[in-house]
């Protein structure tokens, strides 16, 4: 045994002299922030947004600004990515008329694009450089609702190349290649036991019936306001007020059977029970989640005295990742509930804080 403050030898993995790391036991860093700026230029530049259609065209053109800091950390195969990210990309538009051809010109702003928020979409803020006129205008519409969910979605791939190891990607799949093909170079692979086949009915079914799923997690919160339980009811169920207060575009109906759609459909879903001032329940998803993939919300209202109301909340089957691999979409469902809802209805509609 080693004496105190002295390693046992035993377990202490020392650097090679020449620098090799072998069999991948440390982790390595791979700086990816020149790869970043090559592949969002290649995904978000050149962009058709409109081809004619109304008399108008509108394209992206270049990425014109890359800033902050991109890298994964591998070992033994598995990949962490780490980015924080702002860039700028130009676009333009031009419309034919019978008085002739007119131009105009803008830039869309991502100004944060970050591993911490994966499972969210970020926010893209579209401007038109130049004088504010009618093609102006015409062209910054046309751009929000067609060309932001073009970036979006290519975003949403670079987000998903990072998950997988960005200019590393190949180095991680050679790691991941001899484990997989380890039947096919004469290794010993024992077959399955049969009763294996039986006993998965009863494996499933045990599952099925435990608190949670495998793979799934429950977010529960209480919070308390200082407002009539109708009030709040009416802000949650409010469109307009919920672009107020997240200055987003959000879409909900009244209706049981409705379908929603909020923060510009990061997040959409169906109303399956209302009771006014008292009950919502949802299905509910982010648009990152895999397919087919949706978690319950249920809000109740209590109103223990006169001008004051507690929500509890209770979200059950919340993926622990998204599509992409990401890890991080309980954590930030659960602050985007605390940070970008609660607390925003509390500042802007003045029910305490």
């Known amino acids: 045994m080693a004496k105190y403050g002295e390693g ?29 700026r090559a592949r969002l230029s290649s995904l978000l530049a050149g962009l058709a947004v409109l081809s004619g259609e109304g008399g108008l ?51 869309a702003e991502v100004p944060y694009l970050a591993d911490e928020n994966a499972d969210e979409d970020p ?26 969910p073009l970036i979006l979605e290519k975003i949403r791939e670079y987000v998903a190349a990072m998950a997988n190891g960005g200019p590393a990607k190949d180095e991680v799949d050679s790691k991941k290649t001899p484990t997989k093909a380890a039947g096919a170079t004469g290794g010993t692979v024992a077959a399955p036991a049969p009763a294996a086949k039986e006993e998965a009915p009863a ?25 009539r339980a109708k009030d709040i009811y009416e802000i949650l169920m409010d469109e307009n007020r919920w672009k107020g207060f ?24 169906v109303n399956e029970e209302l009771t006014e001032g008292k009950l919502i329940v949802q299905k509910w998803r982010f648009g990152s989640w895999p397919d087919g993939v949706h978690s319950t919300v249920r809000l109740v209202f209590d109103e223990p005295e006169s001008g004051v109301t507690v929500i509890k909340l209770n ?9 992409y691999g990401n890890s991080t979409v309980v954590d930030n469902t659960e602050r985007g509930w605390r940070e970008q809802i609660f607390q925003r209805i ?8």
């Open 246 to 269: 997240t200055q987003s575009n959000a879409r909900i109906s009244r209706e049981v059977g409705g379908q929603f759609s909020l923060f510009d459909g990061s997040i959409t879903g």
């Open 123 to 148: 926010d893209v803020r579209v401007t038109v450089r130049g004088e504010d006129g009618p093609l102006a205008r015409r062209a910054k519409d046309a751009f929000l609702a067609r060309g932001k």
């Open 346 to 353: 509390r500042g802007v509609f003045g029910f305490g804080i």
């Open 8 to 36: 046992d030898a035993r377990w202490i993995v020392q650097e090679r002299a020449d620098g090799t790391n072998v069999h991948n036991w440390h982790w390595a860093e791979r700086d990816c922030l020149e790869w970043s």
């Open 57 to 107: 065209s509108l394209r992206t053109t270049t990425l014109d600004k890359l800033d902050g800091e991109a890298y994964v950390n591998i070992r033994k195969g598995k990949v962490i990515p780490g980015y924080e990210l702002s860039l700028t990309l130009s676009w333009e538009a031009e419309a034919t008329s019978e008085s002739g051809v007119a131009k105009v010109s803008g830039a």
């Open 203 to 227: 494996v499933k079914e045990k599952k099925t019936k435990g608190k949670e799923k495998e793979g799934f997690k429950t977010i529960e919160m209480t919070e308390k306001f200082y407002c």
């Open 315 to 323: 979200q059950t089957n919340v993926p622990e990742e998204d599509r």
